[in-house]
């Protein structure tokens, strides 16, 4: 009994020497990605024509403008730039917002459902050929409105138009020269966020 014990014991002393005689090692692997998707918006409007409307007189889209996240996840917000055509009427600054002789204001705002005209505010305002203006709780908004309806933080929810812009136009006080259509262009850009 003797002998088998004293076996044993050399052989747990061999096994747990010999795995201590082992060292550890380790190593890594570092990983990466290109993320396939890109930042983009979809107009699926190309022009909108608001039809007759006087001179000094306001008027607001009465079709919906969808403006569609199309990045397949990423979060966007959108910003607003306006260009005049090449001859004729002039558009407002940002800052003045205002009417004149020649001179047209265009604002616009992102919401579900048509804003009226008391929703649009200076913040609103469209400025022709001037830096572009991200969207945020109050450019381009309706301040009371929910986070949902505004031109920042829009998700991509496949199948659907993610945010509805509006438009109001103000027609000039006079006008001294003719103007052809489209009188302008509005840019509608994304950036992640």
Aim: net charge negative; no cysteine; proline share 4%.
């Amino acid at each position: 009994m003797k002998t088998k014990m004293a076996g044993l014991l050399a052989l747990a002393l061999s096994v747990g020497l010999s795995a201590r005689a082992w060292a550890l090692t380790s190593d890594d692997v570092a990983l990466s990605v290109t993320l396939s998707n890109a930042v983009s918006v979809l107009l699926p409007t190309a022009t909108y024509d608001f039809g007759p409307v006087a001179l000094s007189g306001v008027s607001i889209n009465t079709s919906a403008i969808p403006v569609n996240n199309d990045s397949g996840g990423i979060s966007e917000t959108y910003s607003l730039s306006m260009v005049d055509a090449a001859a004729g009427w002039t558009a407002a600054t940002r800052a003045s917002g205002a009417a004149g002789v020649d001179i047209y204001a265009v604002q616009a705002m992102f919401k579900s459902l048509q804003p009226g005209h008391v929703d649009f505010a200076a913040n609103d305002n469209l400025g022709g050929g001037e830096a572009v203006v991200p969207a945020s709780a109050a450019n381009f908004a309706l301040d009371a409105g929910a986070v949902g309806e505004k031109g920042y933080s829009v998700t991509d929810a496949a199948g659907t138009h993610e945010r509805t812009l509006w438009l109001r136009l103000q027609m000039p006080t006079t006008v001294t020269t003719t103007q052809a259509n489209p009188f302008a262009t509005i840019w509608v850009s994304a950036a992640a966020g």
